[in-house]
């Protein structure tokens, strides 16, 4: 439970970042996407998000977007809000302060958002506190672990299915390594959430 739902304690070591986001109205979760974009994935998870009439946030590498610019453009063009990942996928514990912040304002470069999620979740305490002041920090309520190879995708909805609440924010992944696992669950997971009558919205990016 850790990982698919990161506990308070976890939480508090972080209260600058936004967890989940709190509705008094219809239950909504916000569904979004890492490590992207590439063209193997990303055009077919906004064709299904379309043919649903869905919304998502996606958090894209700088160096997949320099890689792939059009795919940024088409993301933007369908209406779905985008946000920064670092440049190079980094964790901030494994590198130095300069050099993480320094990869962060390079995707920043080519990802026009106030939207920050750091790599696997994982940051300094410093690092936060600069970050904190040009981004909106946006951790998850929910990650499907779709990534993993010791999980099926039925295994990947019942995350889904376990976990989420009334402001989740869902982490699914549109890369290769979940690629074998999205396919099967995402559509079964948005199935599910709109039979449980969640609505479904985009982070703001300003």
Known sequence: MFIEQPP??????????????????????????????????????????????????????????????????????????????????????KVPSPRYLRDISQAAALIDSRLYRPPHGIM???????IRHHYDIIMYDVVTR??????TPQQVIDNVRRYTRNGSIIVFHDSLKAERNLRQALPASIDWLLAQ??????????
């Not at 300094?124 to 600069?130: C, F, S």
């Not at 779709?146 to 999980?151: A, I, N």
């Open 124 to 130: 300094r305490w410093g690092q936060a506190r600069v």
């Open 8 to 93: 308070l304690l976890y939480r508090l070591l972080f209260p600058e970042a936004i967890w989940r986001v709190k509705f008094r109205r219809k239950p909504t979760v916000f569904l979004t996407f890492d490590d992207g974009p590439i063209p193997e994935v990303t055009p077919w998870v906004l064709d299904l998000l379309d043919s649903k009439g869905i919304k998502a946030t996606f958090f894209m590498v700088g160096d997949n977007v320099r890689r792939n610019p059009e795919l940024l453009h088409e993301v933007l063009r369908r209406g779905h809000s985008v946000g920064n990942h670092t440049m190079h996928h980094l964790q901030g514990m």
């Open 146 to 151: 779709d990534y993993s190879r010791k999980l």
């Open 197 to 206: 009558g969640y609505a479904f919205e985009a982070l703001p990016m300003e």
